[in-house]
């Protein structure tokens, strides 16, 4: 089997070749190719503190203005010259329009997960299919406990801040750290943290925007993770606690000093903009209150790389 199409890429010890065609090596790089889930049989289920609340509050939920609304977001990331890739639509998997979870992209190829609820486990099969369509190598798969993408997240090259929340979250501990053997053996700087499960992965409260800049709830995110962001010279954009609560900080980085976000995310929106930063901004309030925001709807697939 040749390398374009490999189920397993990884050199053990390090040393994994970095691909020519796909592949990112940090969160802020030109996007050029993204992977999308479907929204075709997306429904809000108890998977989150978010999602929870929307269902015991009785929030009307309209599937065809869902499907309206990822087919806006659609249209952004083309209008910003990025193309679309989508995992096939499958009836048994309502969250798959979260396309972030089931794996995380790397220089390298891409990471298959190992993803928490039994109703998404089939996320994973969909994954590898869509990656072996593609011709896209996969690095290795995630074994040692469970672990999903939202809790991967490359700062910048060379560097990557990986989540966990313990056996009562999405992402475990002792995943985590097979991760973090992983990228310290391609000799990365690798930062865990722990976070409350309420929160479900860190690219609720810390994201890239562009180049040393990173939009952060300051109110959720541990203070150890500030100041190791503020020792690599990143300026931080904050975040109110109820917009991220909100999906307010769950926002995409096109690179050139462009960004993705939520229509409602009012405060980073006219931050950012301070920073100098082109917005778009597509409505998605009848996606977020199912627990996930535009970031966790998109995985990047090529970005020009920066280090």
């Not at 889930?37 to 108890?46: I, K």
């Not at 890239?208 to 952060?216: D, I, Y």
């Not at 541990?222 to 609560?245: A, G, N, Y």
């Not at 229509?263 to 980073?268: D, G, K, Q, W």
Request: charged share 25%.
């Amino acid at each position: 089997m040749n390398n374009s199409s490999s189920l397993k890429c990884r050199i053990e010890g390090g040393g994994t070749p970095v691909l020519q065609s796909w592949g990112a090596d940090c969160e802020y790089g030109l996007l050029r190719d993204v992977l999308l889930g479907p929204p075709d049989h997306y429904r809000w289920l108890e998977t989150s503190s978010v999602s929870k609340k929307s269902i015991r509050r009785k929030f009307p939920f309209d599937p065809g203005v869902a499907k309206q609304q990822h087919a806006e977001m659609v249209s952004a990331f083309e209008s910003a010259g990025v193309t679309a890739h989508f995992l096939e639509a499958d009836p048994k998997l309502p969250y798959q329009i979260f396309a972030r979870d089931s794996s995380a992209m790397t220089p390298y190829g891409a990471i298959i997960t190992n993803m928490a609820n039994w109703w998404r486990r089939g996320e994973n099969f969909r994954a590898i299919e869509t990656y072996h369509r593609l011709g896209i190598p996969i690095y290795d798969y995630v074994t040692a406990g469970t672990f999903e993408g939202g809790d991967f997240n490359v700062i910048e090259p060379g560097t990557v801040l990986i989540g966990w929340e313990g056996h009562e979250g999405r992402s475990q501990e002792e995943a985590a750290l097979q991760l973090k053997d992983w990228f310290e053996a391609e000799d990365w700087e690798v930062m865990l943290a722990d976070i409350d499960p309420f929160y479900v992965h860190i690219d609720l409260m810390v994201v890239m925007l562009t180049h040393k800049l990173a939009a952060v709830c300051l109110e959720s995110t541990d203070p150890q993770v500030v100041r190791w962001l503020k020792s690599k010279h990143i300026e931080l954009v904050p975040v109110p606690f109820q917009d991220t609560l909100d999906l307010g900080c769950n926002v995409m980085s096109l690179g050139g000093d462009r960004i993705l976000l939520p229509e409602r995310s009012h405060v980073l929106k006219q931050r950012a903009r301070a920073h100098g930063l082109e917005i778009y901004d597509p409505d998605m309030s009848m996606i977020t209150p199912g627990g996930g925001g535009v970031h966790c709807m998109c995985q990047a697939l090529r970005r020009d790389p920066v280090g």
